[in-house]
């Protein structure tokens, strides 16, 4: 998952200060801002082993550029068509807005992500 | 034989007294990581923000001749700063430090399953220490700073900050949406606890504020647009004659207050002939100090309802759960002033809690004494407030007679309405600065960071960051205010080296990242009789946006190079023993 | 259950107004106790009674006579306090005995040989010795007893008194703490016998070598702060204290003050107390009237309950012969 | 029960009656000699908020209080609670006895 050090990672703080539950197999690189995310990095952690990657989006929050959200949606993509070539399937990707208070989004978008990525690993043994 | 490693990296791990050792198994954590290569030298603290444990890592630096630290502690938000100056201390370059968060991001988040904890707490290790491995000692950039300081809000927190800022000889620009200095304070009559008059205290300040050369103050003024970066924001604010007026100011203090709470038609009354909230009864009282009446006939009773819009769920966007703080204070203190004027107004305040928190506890006290009698309401059983042939009837269960329902016939009710944020978030918008569940301004760190904001050099004074009586607004106000004089007075600010530089072998020139930068830090350079593209990393903030454009892989960001990221990614994954 | 409140009080009220006290007695009655004491009249320091010993047997012969009545009897209640407007019914209705009476009376003449064994120069104010006005000011009568406590005061004040020594925890407390809140200037000085007899050094001629359980009288205990000082007579006059569970500050009321209005419950409440007490020792030790008296009455065989002044009077001048 | 806000007033006249600082806490029932039938705080509030009717029913409790000062002298709140009981008596002497000279 890629967090952006000013906001979302502050919501995953959050969640943790608050002993939210969420899988330990959730694990954060915070970075500046996610439209700084290079598509590379999401194809290289599918790859390296990950069973997906989660974007947090900033939403409106994003102090750096007022259409982050739009910027990153449009690496996302990249990174989808990128997996989608590679033969990976590209919901394994996936992005979220999260403010810096929202531990609550977090732990269900790591819920509904992780119930997710689990049907696809079904889907995929099942082929 | 053994191969001298290429980096020499000391790992220290912090208990945190409990708070990670409890969950984490730090002590296997360490030995896992000792075995990994580029570490030389491990150790575990019970407080690794401790003066002495700091003190030990120094020397440990210099011993084991580190040429980069990994701390695994708390959230880097609360932290970075102090294992930096310490890395410093041990004479590295405080870039080669690298923190990793194992209390908030894993041994609080993970309490169930200590040994996944512990398993996740060595993969963050791991990567922070493939992150230092890749790391180069980065420069600061130091700018100089701007003396000048834009205050947002001429209420008491504004008024009070522009004075104190401008004590220190730094030059303030005032600007007021409304058309009159004071805001709410000034239209409130006597004031608790010292039953100070409002309007007096705002005059005072006002007065001095306009005595004042460095201070300008603008009414009737709106922010409307904020760029470039702490020490030199440049803002555009409007005037009422729709004349554009642009200040270049080192730093920015939001005021902007709060609004009360306004109840909807019908709620508890609201829109009766008779009912009014606590700030009208501020303002009745203000403009008729001697007699209370209303709509010209004496008021002989009062039935006060208190968290009116307070300590409810309010709507999903906008929280209102918390307590307003001022208003329990505010009405004993009311009620105090009433009885003062007239001990025959019988006074009957319907509360579910009394939180005269502190020193005004005597307040509260002193209501009693003047003959207010309290009934205490469930949240479950509100009062009803409605009205027969003009005459108020309020009804209420009283949980102090075993919930007997009381009917009171007053002449006036009063709302105890609470402090909600403001409505237009036009500052909000133009600052960028977050806003929390309930709607007000949202500080880095309640504790260790109150005042300021994500956004470097923008801090926060008085209620616009949350319920505040008076005092407790002008105390956040001066906080702000030495925030921002500290940033200031220095004369420069060094700024993060963490910027945006392009590798001039791989880069073609083909415009995308000028394209994608929001702050123009991208230059056209020549390399060696090629045009390539250059960043200035003054004006570049590192957001990174020019990174995913690049054709050629040629940008990153100081910090999280494309080698750095895959290599954390890599150490994420790696097995686990 | 209680007797008719309205009609029993207005009785009161009307004695108080018309014949200076609640239960009036005659200047005969409230002064036989004095007989042959030669106590000077008058002077600077007097021992003021207040009449309260005097009327306690008038009290019990009236709550016998009352209880009767309880719970019944309104018209009965009004016709009577018709009639006593004219007439004093008082001594129709509290009948009293002689032997009852010279019993109460002799607590009085106990107590001015122990101030005469202590030193203590007094006089007595004999027929000017009025009834403060207590059981009216209790009983919410305000208006009456205001107006009552004026003359009385005004009496005082004619006498040349300064100093007032009392002899029960009831005159104590109106004279002491409520008189100067009702009437302008009043500030006489008011002790207890008991707090002036602990400030001197009695010896005990005969001590007692006895184990006691001392009851202590709500008004003295938590009005005054009267509670170390008849403990501290007693120890000096050899007798031992055992105290029950709830006594000093804490003490439990003996049921006396509902004695007028509810016999009944006054009872009830007497007999807990006596039960209470008689846990520790069956010898009870009271120091006010109303306690000895409401004690006395439930007190089973084997309980014996006295005055504090028959144990002092004992242990301190033995040897004075009765008149 | 409808408040007579003007009672309080009506009761003062007879004395001197505070409870304002009473918080309801219970000290007094817990110990007072005659047990649950005494119940100060709850009377004294129909006092306080003005319930004639309900303080004339309690009548019999006003009057058969002992004025023993138990409950006032371990009052947390220092409420003078027998103080209060004798003004109640005052007040009742004259609104429903019609003892004048009360």
Known sequence: MFSTNAISDMAIDLAGSSHLDYSPTVQVIAIPCSSGINPTWITHAVEAGFDGVFVAADGGECAYIPDCTARTGRLVEQAQSLLTKSGSDARRVKMGALCSVCSDAFVNHMKQFGRELEELRATAAAA | MTEEPPRRIGVMICQCGGNISDYVDTEKVRAEVAKQGDVVATRVEM??????????????????????????????????????????????????YTQVNIREQCSWAHTHDKPAATEKALRLVRAGVAKTALSTPLERMRVETIPQVLVIGAGIAGLRAALALSDLGISVHLIEKAPEPGGHVARWGRVFPNDKDGRGLIDTLVREVRARENIVLYLGTELTEMSGRIGSFRVKVRTPTAETISLNVGSIVVATGFETYAPKPGELGFGLEGVVTLPELKELLATNPSRLEYHGKAVRSIAYV????????????????????????ATSHIATVITGMDPGIRQFHLFRDIRTYGKYEAIYERALRGGSVFLRFGEEAPPSVTSENGQLVVKVKDRLMAG??????????????????????EVARVLKIPIGKDGFFHEIHVKLRPVETVVDGVFIAGAAQGPKNLAESVTSSMAAVSKAAALLLKGYVDLDPMVAEVNP????????????????????????????????????????????????????????????????????????? | MSVPI????????????????????????????????????????VLYTGQMWQMVPAINAMSRQLGKYEGRGTRLFGFARSMNKVVNLTPFLARTTPSERTAYNERLRNIVRLLRAAGVEFGYLYEKDLYPGTLAYDEG?????????????????????????????????????????????????????LEVLADRTLTATEPLHESVTMHDSCVYARYEGVVEQPRL??????????????????????GGPLETLFPGKSTEIARKRVEQLSACRPNLVTACPLCLANLQRVAPTGVEVRDISDYLVRAYCPVVTPA | MRVDPQFLTRVRQGGEFDASVCMNCGVCTALCPLGVELLPRRLFRYVLLGNPDAVREQTETIFSCLLCHMCESNCPAGVHITENVRTLRTHLNREQYHLAEA
């Open chain 2, 47 to 96: 407080f690794a923000c401790s003066d002495s444990a700091q003190e030990s890592m120094v020397q440990m630096i210099r011993e084991k001749k580190l040429d980069g630290v990994v701390v695994c502690s708390c959230s880097p938000k609360l932290h970075l700063s102090t294992f930096r100056a310490m890395t410093q201390r041990g004479g590295l370059n405080p870039y080669e």
């Open chain 2, 306 to 329: 208190y968290c009116v819009g307070s300590r409810e769920e309010g709507s999903e966007t906008n929280l209102r759960t918390y307590c307003s703080r001022y208003c329990c204070s």
């Open chain 2, 404 to 425: 007997e329902e009381v009917e009171l016939r007053p002449d006036l009710v009063v709302l105890v309405t609470g402090m909600v944020p403001r409505e237009d978030g």
């Open chain 2, 505 to 577: 072998d791989l880069c073609a020139w083909c415009d995308a990242c000028t394209l994608a930068c929001p702050y123009g830090a991208v230059e056209k350079v020549d390399h060696g009789g090629t045009a390539v593209a250059r960043i200035n990393g003054i004006l570049c903030k590192g957001e990174g946006a020019c990174v995913p454009v690049c054709p050629k892989q040629a940008v990153s960001v100081k910090g999280y190079t494309n080698d750095q990221v895959r290599s954390m990614i890599d150490a994420l994954v790696q097995e686990v023993a």
């Open chain 3, 6 to 45: 309205g009609s029993t009080l207005g009785i009161l009220g009307d004695n108080l107004r018309k014949r200076g006290s609640a239960l009036p007695l005659s200047r005969r009655v409230a002064t036989a106790w004095a007989k042959g004491l030669d106590l000077p009249r008058g002077g600077e320091t």
């Open chain 3, 141 to 193: 009568l305000t208006q009456g007893f205001v107006a009552h406590a004026r003359r009385v005061a005004r009496t005082l004040r004619e006498s040349g008194a300064k100093r007032l020594i009392t002899v029960d925890p009831h005159t104590t407390n109106i004279l002491r703490s409520v008189y100067p809140k009702v009437v302008d200037g009043f500030d006489l000085s008011v002790r207890s016998y």
């Open chain 3, 233 to 254: 007579l007693l120890a000096r006059g050899g007798v031992d204290i055992v105290e029950p569970e709830l006594s000093g500050s804490m003490t439990f009321c003996c």
